[in-house]
């Protein structure tokens, strides 16, 4: 099993864009997997973890609902925002600058074949980045994603995730508040759910900027641990 993860940080980037790339690290794989199926060979299969900040855009997940969407063609253009409805699960999410948005391609079997702990494992990597800055992160029961005073009428989101995985194959994954503008927020029903609200950790520390590289180094760490991964840089490879 191959435990080597190839992390690359494309810094801004157009969500389309973006999602091209996945798809093609993803057949790369999948390709490779079809391959030692077939010839009997043992090809160890690449694992990435992308970092990427992408420009205003909605996304909408195979089941999510279009009405949690509330802007029009002429008001999404109006507030420079794209939209785009994709194949993650999950509903509708906001993806801006000032989010630090992770996307992991594994192959899951050079890890564990359980979709399940894949997410609880992203959860936790995000709950232990937040703890580094005196935040306690919360999962919440049916609710896929990190909390802040979950079972309060206080309860609020900071990061969002949704996946994707096929033949153990991973794609999507986790958008994190760091400095976001909460205010694009406004223009949908996050993930479907309308009693919650969002946040952003620097909100919550009361600063005007939290630094984001800081943040990243945190959650490759905590990604490492969790997952008993070597992450390696891209350009060293």
């Known amino acids: 099993m191959n435990k080597k993860v190839i992390t ?6 157009d969500y389309k864009e973006t999602w091209d790339y996945q798809e093609a690290l993803f057949k790369e794989i999948f390709e490779l997997k079809v391959k ?23 996304t909408l997940g195979k089941s999510g609902d279009l009405s949690n ?6 008001q999404l253009a109006e507030k420079g925002a794209t939209f785009y409805k994709i194949n993650r699960g999950g509903d509708i999410t906001y993806h801006g600058p000032g989010q630090i948005v992770g ?23 995000i709950i232990r980045t937040m703890a580094e800055y005196g935040i306690k992160g ?21 990061c969002a995730m949704g996946v994707r995985a096929s033949r153990w ?5 986790f958008a994190m508040n760091v400095n976001a503008d909460l205010g694009y927020f406004d223009n949908i029903i996050p993930c479907g759910i309308r009693d919650k609200t969002v946040t952003s950790l620097n909100v919550e520390l009361g600063i005007a900027k939290v630094d984001e ?3 990243k180094a945190h959650i490759l760490r905590h990604f490492a641990e969790l997952f008993e991964a070597e992450m390696v840089r891209a350009a060293s490879v």
């Open 103 to 125: 996307y992991p391609i594994l192959d899951l079997e050079n890890f564990f074949t359980d979709i399940h702990k894949y997410l609880r494992l992203l959860e936790e990597t």
């Open 213 to 215: 590289a800081e943040v």
């Open 36 to 58: 030692n199926r077939r010839e009997e060979t043992n090809d160890p299969t690449p694992n990435h973890f992308l970092f990427v900040e992408h420009p205003h855009v909605y």
């Open 169 to 173: 194959i991973t794609m999507h994954g």
């Open 69 to 74: 969407l509330l802007l029009n063609e002429a």
């Open 138 to 158: 919360e999962r919440s029961d049916g609710e896929t994603g990190v909390w802040l005073d979950v079972g309060t009428p206080f309860a609020r989101k900071i």
């Open 8 to 13: 690359q940080d494309l810094g801004l980037r």
